[in-house]
């Protein structure tokens, strides 16, 4: 009998590079895991991504929202595990060509990551060990299954090729990715399963103390027109967060502080007792393009603003609200604004519901008349009342402007851009809003030819979008439908042309159409 020495035989690079993104995969699978069930904080994946948000220059930022509008999180997500597929292949590569090399590339990437999360708001050193855990394992797992990659010496002369043992090299592939798809497939079982979990018991929305104005005669209910109201399935989304923030309405509180009398904290039953105003606003966000989509219109609930700072006594020198978000968000809103008697609203309900997640759930901010970044942030959990000249929000710190009014502007829905037509009456129909303000009149032009009047729908409130709509007398031919509003304060929208950073875009919406 002949002395048989276990060999790993040498992975070939293929197998090596699966291998690398094999065991890498499972490593994050099991850190998102460990971090989920011990609920220390974000999991490597959204940490990385937060970290990555956070420093995104502006002119990438804009050229994503640009390329992927409201998917960029997704596309953020994709590019990260793209990234990590690859150097994880690398890293199978590496292992292969010189031992434990490959296994500090898993943990190296490992300790960025739980850097990452140790830098996350919602994260800290709690959050950092599943992390270190998982790229140590996953390590380690990688120098096992790539193995030395000796040479395997020829098979013995006398040995038939079935007589070659099944050395470890090839049973421990097998028990290792045995292992990692195992681990793999609980991991997303579980994080899915424990990722899932509600916030909380759902909110029991009281009935208004105020009550918003019916919407009667707001919607001109022409096919294509976007609504009055938004239904919360529709509304837009924008933040920073790749993993939207699950706050438990029982632990919420909101702490209002800085330059003021007292301190207050409120919790969510305070607040829920109190006398609630419910309110149309219509929300916009600053990236929203001539002509996008980054609007919506809901019927707010909640309790305004200014009662809960009155009940801790701003002092005199503040001019600014820095109001901060669980996630670290935070905006820069005027005082004023909050103070002026407005339906600025610590809201909790969107059209008749709790708020959903992504929305802010439990309590989120709303002002009229201020872009979405510098006025309403959700899952708010801090008011620090400050000044200007002391204290910058989020956006402020990366290009934008610190104060930022919603800017008079208007958009055509129907007919969209490009549609060929028939000859005859054709409606045009959009939406215009000038929040706080409200709309007074829309014109429509055609080919650059005189400006006509359009019909408006019912002004509900001067928070909100108006409807309008045009008959137009189509010609055949190729035509260029334009739009611009008036507000009440006399104000007649501007047809310059300005792209959105630091304050808000303008310039006229224009669609072009074929008429047959
Ligand atoms: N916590 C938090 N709140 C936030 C943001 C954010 O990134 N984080 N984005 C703001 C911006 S830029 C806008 S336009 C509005 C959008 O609110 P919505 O997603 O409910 O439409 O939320 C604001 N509140
Ligand atoms: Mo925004």
Redesign the pocket.
């Known amino acids: 009998m002949r002395e048989t020495r276990p060999l790993t035989p040498p992975r070939t690079a293929p197998v090596a590079a699966l291998l690398g993104v094999a065991v890498t995969a499972a490593a994050v699978a099991l850190a998102e895991v460990l971090t989920r069930v011990g609920a220390t904080g974000p999991g490597p994946v959204a940490a990385v991504a937060g970290v990555f948000i956070d420093h995104t220059p502006l002119w990438l930022k804009e050229l994503a929202i640009g390329w992927f509008g409201t998917r960029d999180k997704l596309a953020l997500g994709v590019g990260i595990v793209v990234v990590m597929l690859v150097l994880a292949a690398a890293a199978g590569l590496e292992e292969r060509r010189r031992r434990y090399s490959g296994g500090a590339v898993v943990l190296v990437l490992g300790v960025v990551a739980a850097l990452a999360t140790v830098t996350r708001p919602d994260g800290g050193w709690a959050a950092a060990w599943p992390v270190l855990l998982s790229a140590a394992a996953g390590a380690l797992v990688l120098v096992a299954v790539v193995g030395p990659g000796e040479e395997a010496p020829a098979p013995p002369a006398e040995a038939t090729p079935a007589e070659v043992p099944l050395g470890p090299g090839r049973r421990q592939l097998l028990q290792g990715a045995g292992v990692l798809a195992v681990v793999a497939v609980l991991g997303a079982g579980v994080s899915r399963v424990v990722g899932r979990r509600p916030a909380g018991a759902p909110i029991a929305l009281p009935p208004p103390a105020t009550a918003a104005p019916a919407a009667t005669g707001a919607d001109l209910a022409v096919p294509g027109l976007s609504p009055y109201r938004t239904p919360n399935a529709d509304?837009?989304?924008?933040?920073?967060?790749f993993v939207v923030?699950r706050v438990d309405a029982g632990g919420w509180r909101l702490r209002v502080h800085g330059l003021v009398d007292h301190e207050v904290t409120l919790t969510l039953p305070e607040l829920l007792a109190a006398p609630l105003t419910q309110a149309w606003v219509t929300?916009?966000?600053?990236?929203n393009e001539v002509g996008g989509d980054?609007v919506?219109n809901a019927e707010w609930l909640g309790l305004p603003v200014r009662e809960v700072l009155a009940r801790a006594g701003p002092r005199p020198e503040a001019d600014m609200v820095l109001s901060r978000?669980?996630?670290?968000?935070t905006?820069s809103t005027p005082l004023e604004a909050l103070t002026d008697g407005r339906n600025a609203l610590l809201a909790v309900g969107m059209n008749g519901q709790p708020l959903p997640t992504?929305?802010?759930y439990p309590v989120?901010?709303v002002v009229p008349g201020l872009?979405?970044?510098v006025?309403?942030?959700?899952?708010?959990s801090e008011l620090e009342v400050t000044r200007f000249a002391d204290a910058t929000a989020?956006?402020t710190e990366r290009g934008w402007a610190p104060r930022a009014p919603v800017k008079l502007s208007s958009r055509i829905d129907v007919p969209r851009e490009g549609r060929v037509l028939h000859a005859g009456t054709v409606t045009v129909a959009g939406v215009a809003w000038a929040q706080h303000t409200g709309i007074a009149a829309v014109e429509v032009r055609v080919d650059g030819g005189a400006w006509r009047p359009a019909e408006l729908a019912t002004d509900v409130s001067i928070d909100t979008w108006r409807q309008w709509r045009y008959a137009w007398p189509a010609t055949s031919g190729e035509h260029t439908l334009e739009v611009r509003a008036a507000d009440r304060a006399g104000q007649v929208q501007t047809g310059e042309r300005v792209g959105p950073v630091p304050d808000g875009a303008t310039g006229w919406h224009r669609v072009n159409v074929r008429v047959v």
């Open positions: 509304f837009y989304r924008i933040d920073t967060a923030p929300l916009c966000c600053v990236s980054l919506g978000s669980v996630d670290g968000f905006a992504e929305h802010g989120r901010l872009y979405g970044f006025s309403a942030t959700k899952w708010v989020y956006w």
